[in-house]
């Protein structure tokens, strides 16, 4: 209970101790000066025996009751300056500026401001617009308005200069003085620079004209250089233009050119195929009649001389057998003449000798027969293919002619071939009496005329289509080979 009891008053004096440390403890803060007087003390830089302390940025024990605490800002402040002057040469101007100042931060300048103004911190400006303005209207007394014009940073230096002094005294620094406007009621600044003004004007207005010469300049430069440009525009359009009509030209005319290139090619082409169907009409014939024909009369040809070589051949066998014949035969005879000659000594020579004659003249005459016939059979197989070749010739200089003999050592069989469609015939009507049996006998007979005249007809076109050197035609085929005669052989044996 007692021990409880002595808690308590503990932590009640405890409680106590705290709040009375927190009225009793203040703090300064960093724009602001705490002056505790009541009590002496003794602070540097300051008189000793002032009887108040000055506090910056820290904390203080205060006897409540005993010391009293006030507060004096260092914050800016700020006074504006409406000032009516007149200057040296008597002219008024009217000074508009700003001052802008604050307490100072050492401890004299804030005891100074502490003393003069810690019950009056409102009315500071004011007091300073005062000391200023009077300072101001007696540098401005001391000036021209032309070196205030020129110089105005002379003015804001004398100013400042001036009241330094009292703003000491009074605890106060000016931070900034700005002097904005000076202004004349008069108009002796605006005449002062009329001058300058008219100066400019005319400097502007040479200029200006200048600026104006030399845009003409430059625009009639322009100008030029455009209708350079243009002409040269228009020289490159017109050659462009000529170019075009040139090719618009060409590009007309080759519609016609392509169209005569094509004809002229089509007619190339045609002449072509016109010269490779004559070459193929050409091995065509060469094929179908001339190779054919050359073929044939190459087979009569070896025919001929095959039958030739075999007359030959039979001639030379039997002119051989004949002198077998004749050599056997002599051997025989000798053979009887030598047995003869056994027999008959005394008629032997002789015999022997006529034997032997006779046997030598028969084979001689056999000899001479063979070769007889051979140079007979020769000479024939000659004479047919000399005919041949004649009659080849013949044919192609005189076709008409040829083909006439032709016909004419063949008539009989003609006419017989013509009579014949009235073999058949059992009973036959004639009209009009003899002289229609002798009409109806006269067509049958000239049957073979027609054959001739047509013979003839086609022996013309080939003329007039031209006969080629080899005896073909280029138009129309081959002209038929010649009607040949066989020769019928007689045998001659």
């Not at 200048?210 to 525009?233: C, G, K």
């Not at 083909?403 to 015939?425: D, H, K, M, T």
């Not at 049957?447 to 289509?465: E, F, I």
Request: proline content about 3%; some cysteine.
């Amino acid at each position: 209970m007692i021990v409880g009891v002595v808690a308590g008053v503990a932590v009640a004096a405890a409680l106590v101790l705290i709040g009375l440390f927190k009225m009793m403890w203040r703090v300064a803060e960093p724009n602001e000066a705490l002056i505790i007087s009541g009590s002496k003390h003794k602070t540097e830089g300051l008189e000793a025996g002032m009887g108040f302390r000055i506090v910056t940025g820290r904390g203080t024990l205060v006897l409540p009751g005993v010391q009293a605490v006030r507060k004096l800002s260092l914050d800016l402040n700020e006074t504006e300056l409406h000032v009516d002057c007149v200057t040296h040469q008597g002219i008024p101007l009217k000074v508009r500026g700003v001052v802008i100042f604050k307490v100072g931060d050492d401890f004299v300048s804030i005891a100074n401001a502490g003393r003069r103004f810690l019950d009056q911190q409102k009315l500071m400006s004011e007091r300073v617009h005062n000391v200023f303005a009077g300072h101001l209207r007696s540098i401005v007394g001391g000036l021209t308005v032309e070196d205030m014009i020129r110089d105005r940073e002379k003015l804001t230096g004398q100013t400042r200069a001036a009241c330094g002094t009292e703003m000491e005294k009074l605890g106060l620094i000016v931070d900034s003085l700005q002097i904005h406007e000076i202004e004349d009621p008069t108009g002796y600044i605006q005449n002062l620079a009329m001058p300058h003004a008219a100066a400019v004007q005319r400097d502007a207005r040479i200029a200006q004209a200048e600026a104006n010469r030399l845009a003409t300049e430059a625009e009639q430069q322009s100008y030029a250089r455009m209708a350079e440009a243009t002409r040269d525009s228009e020289i490159l359009q017109a050659g462009y233009q000529a170019e075009r009509d040139k090719a618009g030209a060409k590009s007309r005319q080759a519609g016609p050119l392509a169209d005569a290139a094509a004809r002229q090619e089509v007619v190339v082409q045609e002449t072509r195929v016109a010269e490779l169907e004559a070459q193929r009409r050409e091995q065509q014939l060469q094929a179908d009649v001339r190779k054919p024909a050359d073929a044939q009369a190459y087979e009569k040809r070896t025919m001929a001389e095959a039958e030739r070589d075999a007359r030959i051949s039979a001639a030379q066998a039997k002119a051989q057998e004949t002198e077998l014949a004749a050599a056997a035969e002599a051997t025989r005879v000798k053979t009887a003449a030598g047995a003869e000659a056994e027999a008959t000594r005394a008629r032997g020579t002789a015999m022997a000798a006529a034997t032997r004659a006779t046997g030598e003249a028969e084979a001689a005459a056999a000899q001479a027969r063979g070769l007889a016939e051979a140079e007979a059979a020769k000479a024939k197989g000659l004479a047919e293919a000399d005919a041949i070749k004649a009659r080849a010739a013949a044919l192609a200089e005189n076709q008409e002619a040829v083909v006439a003999q032709q016909l004419a050592e063949n008539w009989p069989e003609i006419v017989r071939a013509g009579a014949s469609a009235f073999g058949s015939v059992d009973n036959m009507v004639v009209l009009n009496g003899a002289d229609g049996m002798a009409d109806m006998l006269t067509k049958a007979l000239t049957m073979g005329g027609t054959g001739l005249g047509l013979a003839r007809q086609l022996l013309a076109s080939m003329n007039q289509n031209g006969p080629a050197a080899n005896g073909t035609s280029p138009r129309n085929g081959v002209v038929p080979p010649p009607l040949q005669k066989v020769p019928v052989e007689q045998d001659g044996g």
